[in-house]
């Protein structure tokens, strides 16, 4: 893969990595673009920490990069936006403040917790908080429109008690069979998250079947990303990229500019 879709900086609460040291490694690493999507989680707190940045400054810094690096790789302007259902009119309003070039649609909280944290398992199976976020996800992508692509949608496995032990796309094929026709139906599309080979599952996000669900669908917008916070795990495990697609009855992936998709052939 020739491009990194998904990745932080220091303008994100979780990622001390400087805009500089992520794109140098994706130079390093031989990709022709990235896009740079930091955290933008409206109404998320922790540690008395908000999860949001100031957007003037954001697009400052990467205008700075895009000129700075303009003739060794394209630099796009990105944001990943928390999901959360009352949030549709607040999005709506800041991802037109700014000419992004791409928007990812997250879930990190499900009914204000977060499953990165051990206490959102703790008293039920894995399998029925799985159920909640996926029923979270669903209801969230009908509440804010303003986004290009639903980012890692199986993302509540990676912290699992037993991870994918109690994950499977049959297991869970009503709901998230209603979350992708609802993408597709809307024109937006998924990513494949490469985070979840690095977080030890089987699979990156979303599981392999669900890929091929997409697919036989009828879905197309398929972007790539790494979910990258620190320099060494950009474009993390992308050999295996191609080959997982191809499997999965995709031929081509996609990138965003200006908040148009472009698709690219498979290499």
Known sequence: MLSDCHMHTEFS??????PRAMIESAIAKGL??????DHEDKDYVSEGNQWTFDVE????RMREMQKEYGERISVRIGVEIGLQPHLGEYYQSYVRQKPFDFVIGSVH?????DPYYREFFE???????YEETFAETYENIQKVNDFDVLGHLDYVTRYGKHQAEEYSYAG?????DQILKYLIEHGKGIELNTAGLKYGL????????????YRKMGGEILTIGSDAHKPEHVAYDFQKVPEILRDCGFRYYTEFAGRRAKFKKLP
Do not use: W
Request: charged fraction near 30%; hydrophobic fraction near 40%; charge should be neutral.
């Open 13 to 18: 609460l979780d990622c001390e990595a400087s």
């Open 32 to 37: 022709d673009a990235v896009c740079i999507t």
């Open 57 to 60: 400054q954001y697009f400052a």
């Open 109 to 113: 909280l499900i009914k204000t917790r």
């Open 123 to 129: 008293g039920r199976r894995d399998r029925d908080a």
């Open 172 to 176: 869970f094929a009503d709901i998230i």
């Open 202 to 213: 089987p699979y990156a996000h979303p599981h392999t079947d669900v890929l091929k669900r």
